[in-house]
């Protein structure tokens, strides 16, 4: 079982920076894919970012790429997604959520625990 809680969202302008965190409790956290997802209003959430247990490697989604770092400490039980250059198109709510999954897991149902999501908002 992981327990998944994030923090650090909130109002930033356009062109501005936020960083989100995740603590997930348990003591198997280093085993799993870790991932960020958001949902915007009337819309379906999407893959957003994730980082592999295994050796790091880190993935975006297009849309992201090259604004967004993800990373993790796994003393800490820790991920983070940094976000930069955020548009407001960036709005939405953001989760954080764990795999087991081989691989690179992008889809919602390759990932079996969520947080309950913190809320970014972008103004123009």
């Known amino acids: 079982q992981v327990q998944l809680v994030e923090s650090g969202g909130g109002l930033v302008q356009a062109g501005g920076s936020l960083r989100l965190s995740c603590v997930a409790s348990g003591r198997t956290f280093s085993r799993y894919t870790m991932g960020w997802f958001r949902q915007a209003p009337g819309k379906e959430r999407e893959f957003v970012a994730g980082?592999?247990?295994?050796?790091?490697?880190?993935y975006y989604s297009d849309s992201v790429k090259g604004r967004f770092t993800i990373s993790r400490d796994n003393a800490k039980n820790t991920v983070g997604l940094q976000m930069n250059s955020l548009k407001p198109e960036d709005t939405a709510v953001y989760y954080c959520?764990?795999?087991?999954?081989?691989?690179?897991?992008?889809?919602?149902?390759?990932?079996?625990?969520w947080g309950q999501g913190t809320q970014v908002t972008v103004s123009s």
């Open positions: 959520a764990a795999s087991i999954r081989l691989g690179l897991p992008r889809a919602q149902s390759e990932y079996g625990y």
């Open positions: 980082i592999r247990w295994s050796d790091s490697k880190t």
